[in-house]
């Protein structure tokens, strides 16, 4: 077993840290690693909390961390923030808000950069989810930067899946529109005591009678981040989902839809690995690069074709 896995194992926190490290640099270890934190996750509950910019995400976790803890739950929040252009890395805004949790041992937080997803997560989060269950939290919280109807990539990661919207700020207009109200679990009117809450239940009542989902019946919950209001249903509620997915078929099947979907994912990443290192390594072809008129669909294709012949 991998060193980083046994540690992991033994709730080594530093270990944990380092893993994640790793896992975002696409170290030539992390499949090996991950092979090995696959064998020892134990089942945590994996949520996602997805949204508008500005829509309270953040604070709404925060005062949920709060909550979680007092039922004697342990969490690692995975905080994905926007890029930095210079560094690469995150900015870190969202983890600011959940200052006050930073010394709690049964709490982790750790912010990662999107890398330029357009889909509002980086290709290594699901990796990381992972590592924070082998570790023995009882929950994962996946917060998304908010990138509004683009963000779909939460769904390929957590069981459950929360949107986050707010009254009088422009989100009744999407409602109508695919994308990410489709992949909602459930509804969060987060700042519940500001006017228009009524016209936004109603609308999304409305939107859930056209669309007519089958199996689950995405719920409706009003919440209060700044006064701590609505936590406990919010938690009944995604508890209830939780049994859903194991507990009836429609569930498994989407279990299996999200094994499909993350095998795929893992196939192209190597893919891609495996060709960027043979061109890089050409000094042909890299040469090409220097005309800025070159036909990348021609360039694209001849060159995977070239490597899938060197695979035969």
């Known amino acids: 077993m991998h060193p980083l896995a046994e540690r992991i ?7 944990l840290a ?12 992390k499949l090996s690693l991950m092979s090995d934190i696959f064998s020892i996750q134990k089942q945590a509950h994996y949520i996602g909390i997805t949204g508008s910019p500005g829509a309270g995400k953040s604070s709404l976790i925060n ?23 210079f560094s690469g890395g995150a900015l870190l805004g969202d983890r600011t808000r959940m200052n006050q949790h930073f010394l709690d041992p049964g709490i982790f937080i750790r912010s990662m950069a999107t890398r330029g997803s357009l889909g509002g997560l ?17 929950i994962v919280l996946v917060e998304t930067v908010g990138v509004g109807q683009s963000e779909l990539d939460i769904m390929k990661v957590v069981d459950t899946k929360g949107l986050v919207l707010t009254p009088n700020s422009g989100d009744v207009l999407q409602i109508f529109k695919a994308g990410i ?4 679990d459930l509804f ?16 999304l009542e409305e939107y859930m009678m056209i669309v007519q989902p089958k199996g689950w019946q995405p719920p409706i919950v009003q919440t209060i981040s700044t006064e701590s209001e609505g936590m ?7 508890n209830d989902h939780h049994s859903y997915l194991y507990r009836t078929d429609s569930g498994t099947e989407r279990r299996k839809q999200q094994l499909k979907l993350e095998v795929y994912d893992l196939i192209r990443e190597e893919i891609w690995r495996d060709v960027k290192t043979e061109i ?8 090409v690069f220097q005309n800025p008129d070159a036909d990348p669909y021609q360039l694209a294709r001849s060159w995977v074709k070239e490597w899938g012949r060197k695979g035969e």
């Open 9 to 15: 194992q033994k709730q080594d926190m530093r270990a």
């Open 18 to 29: 380092r893993a994640i490290t790793l896992i975002e640099n696409d170290d030539d270890q």
């Open 63 to 85: 005062r949920l961390l709060t909550f979680l803890r007092q039922q004697n739950l342990t969490v690692a929040v995975i905080a994905v923030d926007p890029t930095s252009p």
């Open 122 to 138: 980086a290709r290594a989060t699901k990796d990381s989810i992972r590592v924070c269950d082998a570790y023995g939290f009882d």
């Open 181 to 184: 109200m489709e992949i909602a």
């Open 188 to 203: 969060i009117i987060n700042k519940a005591d500001l006017p228009g809450v009524g016209k936004l239940k109603s609308t």
């Open 232 to 238: 406990d249903e919010l938690w009944k509620n995604m």
């Open 280 to 287: 890089e390594r050409d000094e042909q072809k890299l040469e």
